[in-house]
């Protein structure tokens, strides 16, 4: 199956697939206006909410509990530096005002904060990433040069294939950033093309995509997004591995051409761990009551909206992950919804989005399962499931001041086995103290639920093209 960049690509598209985020300006009691831009026609936005009322306080602290070895642990390192977020709470007729993401005095060895990579000075020359490759009509086979080991770096430059060139370093295969500017342009309308020492920038009034030589992250319209391999130079040229390429960067600029879109009309919410599966311990409560709340709360955000949904447990009891990927696989017509909480050191803050890691990819972190070498069933929906993943991410990182944390690959149990279009989301650490606050408010859960509700409209909306070819 070629699952590639597509020949032609409509300009209808655009209708449903294009606005900007920016940069969040809300916080957590005031939801975002709708603004105009990429990711709202593409996958996300909403109508604004109105602001919750004040909340009470949380319940008290829970004695300590053990996280359940099910399947692999989660990551515990922030990515960037967190906005400021005021909330106000109420308890015992006082009045309280908390700062989420206030600076720490003191951070955790396994949440080191990142900082977001900047321009460098002007006064570094500026190179023009420009090559004579023409833009074609071809497609090609993701899987293809991708199998080998990257501890060579012979670097071969292949002939252009139907107008995508393509660099051949260590046995991968890597597309120039030209060729993918002059496959999308009739879109987005390109009018920024420069690498600056080693920062990328690819953008138009419609789209701005950032990436680092040397580095895995890409941002696009300052979403952030892991590839699975890093972007490399070569000879003046930017280059993306071509497994990223179809895996991620064509699936979220044009899924309305995803190959194995299916039609659903139901959403499959999994509220994470359960009954003897406490998961992990907050500073207000533990992860498996937070997370029955939300898988409540979205479940309610989806019906409104016209879903129909099944839940994997809608009581404080222990389903194997087994059995949640079972009723994920027997409902007809739907899409997988996980809802899980981080954990970490007390600084460690922000939201990140899972979806399954591509096959020949390895997992963003060294505990989400490694490398995918032979594939497994869930990678059937790679291309649902990385636009899915974007749709939910996109629309609640552009409504609130979250940490970006980013939409990430791993192999998670109950992604690997899904047949259906899957993501874990987690919502916010537990074990910061002001992010658990809200993570125990329902202001928190009822406006990034409807964020999400909103999200698997638009995803719908994205997909009716490729949907109605099947």
Not at 73 to 100: H, N, Q, Y
Not at 140 to 157: C, H, I, L, W
Not at 240 to 250: A, E, G, N, V, Y
Not at 312 to 322: A, E, N, P, Q
Request: charged share 20%.
């Amino acid at each position: 199956m070629i699952i590639g960049p597509h020949s032609k690509i409509p300009r209808a598209a655009i209708a449903i697939l294009v606005a900007a985020l920016g940069t969040a300006s809300a916080d957590i009691t005031h939801a975002e206006d709708g603004k105009p831009g990429f990711f709202k026609k593409l996958f996300g936005g909403g109508k604004e909410e109105t602001p919750p009322a004040a909340e009470t306080k949380p319940a008290p602290k829970p004695a300590p509990a053990t996280k359940p070895k099910s399947e692999p642990a989660k990551t515990t390192s922030t990515s960037g530096k967190p906005p400021r977020v005021i909330i106000t709470t109420t308890g015992g007729g006082a009045k309280k005002k908390v700062e989420l993401n206030k600076p720490a005095t003191s951070t955790s060895s396994k949440a080191t904060a990142k900082t977001q990579p900047q321009p460098q000075p002007k006064t570094e020359p500026v190179k023009d990433v420009t090559s004579t490759a023409r833009r074609g009509e071809g497609e090609f086979n993701s899987d293809a040069g991708d199998r080998s080991s990257s501890r060579s770096e012979a670097v071969t430059v292949l002939p252009a294939n139907g107008g995508w060139q393509i660099v051949k370093i260590g046995g991968r295969d890597y597309v120039t950033a030209e060729s993918i500017r002059n496959f999308y342009n009739p879109v987005y309308g390109f009018n920024t093309f420069r690498l600056q020492g080693t920062h990328f920038w690819l953008g138009s009034s419609k789209l701005i995509l950032k990436a680092t030589v040397g580095s895995q992250e890409m941002l696009i319209n300052n979403i952030k997004f892991i590839l699975s391999f890093p972007v490399q130079e070569h000879n003046g040229q930017v280059l993306f591995s071509r497994l990223d390429l179809c895996k991620l960067i064509d699936p979220v600029l044009y899924p309305s051409h995803i190959q194995n879109a299916e039609y659903f009309d139901t959403v499959v919410i999994d509220a994470g761990h359960g009954g003897h599966d406490a998961g992990a311990r907050g500073v207000y409560g533990y992860e498996k009551d937070f997370a029955l709340k939300m898988a409540s709360a979205v479940g309610a955000a989806c019906k409104a909206r016209g879903f129909k949904v099944v839940y994997t447990r809608s009581t404080d009891t222990f389903i194997t992950l087994g059995g949640r990927v079972a009723i994920a696989n027997q409902t007809p017509k739907s899409i997988f919804l996980s809802f899980h909480f981080n954990s970490g050191g007390s600084a460690a803050t922000g939201i990140e989005t899972w979806a399954l890691t591509p096959q020949n990819a390895a997992a963003t972190i060294s505990r989400g399962g490694g490398f995918n070498a032979n594939g497994v069933t869930g990678n059937k929906q790679d291309s649902a499931n990385i636009a899915l993943a974007t749709a939910v991410h996109a629309s609640v990182i552009s409504r609130f001041k979250f940490v970006d944390r980013g939409i990430k690959r791993a192999q998670w149990s109950v992604l690997t086995g899904c047949k259906r279009p899957g993501i874990l989301f987690e919502g916010g650490f537990v074990t910061n103290g002001q992010e658990c606050l809200l993570v125990a408010s329902d202001s928190y859960r009822q406006q990034v639920s409807a964020a999400i509700g909103d999200a698997v409209v638009n995803y719908r909306k994205a997909l009716e093209s490729a949907m109605a070819k099947r």
